[in-house]
């Protein structure tokens, strides 16, 4: 680690907020400016501390909270984010432990002691530890993907982790061993290549007394567990590693359906996964599609069919987990039971469509049902299906749940066309009637007057919260309203109702109110939205913006919010999408010009929603149809058979 944290200059410009240009007129036309300290010419490195010092002094550096003041030093100091963060989360576990954190003698921990030790006095070490997390969670260069909570809670829950032993061998920085341990297991373990990633997720279970033990290393090369079983392994293994030990391992006796291929890396770690868990135990793995149906492992795909270790196969809505292009699988695996005969029947759900948070409840409804008797017949048209082995034991073994899917008969086919096309007709019949009545302004004022959102908060006109980041919640702690629903980041981008409640912890649980405006911190455009809805929680990663009635009109402020302008102003200059709606700018106009103004927003909002729902529509018209005459369930002149 550097001993004196440095900075760039485009790390400046984050810094203050400002452009990089600033930062380059600042260093010429100010003598004491601060003097790179490295670096090159073309890319100077500065010291954090005097730029800080300096920036200050100029009263050019925001005002920042303590974990966003500590963490900015840590980002800028260490080699990575993933070891500055395990240094800060060690001084944090000896804090817990009852160890004074001002022992260490680490040069580049020393000066960042004060803001850690405030942290820890304001939120708790595990707190404290929890709000570094989140910052280093956030989308950037250098960051590990980790899986996805919803995708994360789901897979613990297939496993049925409650009360018993976890194992993850792949476990990156703990995102499946934390679902374990919010689920309610007994103990965690885990092995990761990364060893600054490994020692996260040591820390992260270790600041909440989880007996836990997670090793550096290669798991399949080097299996720290080698001969030790558990009562379920969970895990999110790599994809496409063509360099995975296929030749050093070609005798390994974990290979016990078959040696895996070389391009079949995947069907490795479904092995080594089944060698470390008890007889009867679970194995769920997310997994590439292509592994359910490429020719190459058709023998050991069929080997775990006919022996009754594998159980289901359940396909994935796009953004399941990285990589979030790709609509991934889950792989159920059971390790038989002694003598016990191989099921008949193996399940496959195709829940490729929807939001991973709403179907989890119905994947988990039917994988229960399928468990509690697995020789009954079980088909949800278009979703589940009990597919005897026979018949997938065929020359391709394909598994992928859509090839696999009863079919709608004729009628249904044609009376779901039919009401489709009637709800297509009205929403389109609806479209003049909601295009907002514009004209053009004619009055030649010039540039408009206008005010920051920071502007507008520290005035009054309007209150700012936010963004709620989710941390975990402390067995101590109330429970949060179990029957709110939740508007996350997706359910405002997609003007959607708001999502189930999940089941992780939100953290601070903050109740939206009609009239409130809700403004995403990451995501691919700058929108807000104004709700409408009465029982709500505010989602992770979201402004609320709650105008003063007496300054601001919600849909004024909403509309002015979404210009193209102000998706410049606020965004991030390092590439990544994320908006500081802070630096947002709305015009300054009298409360009952704004109301025109917001009727106008409101009603091209209205618009909006209207063509999206055509547009989906539209495209459920085409497939239907073309399927229905495809079928033969229909004729060209719409009438159904």
Known sequence: MQVNPTITAAEIARLAGVGRAAVSNWRKRHADFPAPVGGTSASPEFDLTQVE??????????????????????????????????????LLLARQRGRRTRRTTDPYLKPLLPDVDALADELGPQGAFDELWQRFSAPGPGRSFATPDDSADLMV???????????????????????????????????????????????????????????????????????????AVVSHPPFGIANWGHEELGYDARWEYGLPPRTEPELAWVQHALSHVRPGGHVVLLMPPAAAGRRAGRRIRAELLRRGALRAVIALPGGAAAPHAVPLHLWVLRRPAGDAPAPARALLIDAADGKIAELSARVLAAWRAFTADPDREIEDVGFAR????????????????????????????????????????????????????????????????????ADLARTGALQLIGPVRPTARNADEPDQPSDMPVLTVRDVMEGAAPSPRSEKPLGQAIAVAPGDVLVPMIARRLTARVVTTEKALLGANMYLLRPNPAALDPWFLAGQLRNSA????????????????????????????????????????????????????????VQLTADGLAQGVVRPDGKPE
């Open 53 to 90: 010092k300096w920036l200050r002094g100029q009263g050019k550096l925001p005002e920042l909270a303590t974990a966003d003041r500590l963490w900015r030093r840590v980002a800028a100091a260490s080699e990575t984010p993933a070891a500055g963060l395990a240094a800060i989360g060690e």
């Open 157 to 231: 829950a297939l496993a049925d982790v409650a009360g018993g032993s976890v194992f993850d061998p792949t476990a990156g920085s703990g995102a499946v061993l934390r679902a374990a341990a919010r689920a309610g297991c007994t103990s965690a373990y885990g092995q990761e290549l990364d060893a600054d990633l490994a020692r996260l997720a040591r820390l992260w279970l270790a600041l909440r007394d989880v007996p836990s033990e997670v090793s550096d290393g290669d798991s399949l090369r080097a299996d720290a567990f080698a001969g030790r079983v558990f009562d």
């Open 386 to 453: 009990a597919v005897p082995v026979i018949e997938l034991l065929d020359e391709e073994v394909d598994l992928t749940p859509a090839r696999r899917q009863p079919t709608a008969t004729g009628e249904r086919t044609g009376e779901h066309l039919v009401r489709t096309r009637e709800r297509l007709a009205a929403v389109v019949n609806d479209l003049p009637a909601l295009m907002p009545h514009i004209t053009p302004a004619t009055d030649g004022a010039g540039a408009p007057l206008t005010a920051s959102i």
């Open 566 to 621: 102000n998706e410049k102003q606020a965004s991030s200059l390092s590439g990544t999408l994320r908006f500081d709606v802070r630096r947002a700018l709305v015009r300054r106009l009298p409360l009952d010009e704004q109301r025109g103004y917001g009727e106008a927003f409101r009603r091209l909002e209205a618009f909006e929603s209207a063509m999206r729902q055509a547009a989906t529509l539209g495209a459920e018209l």
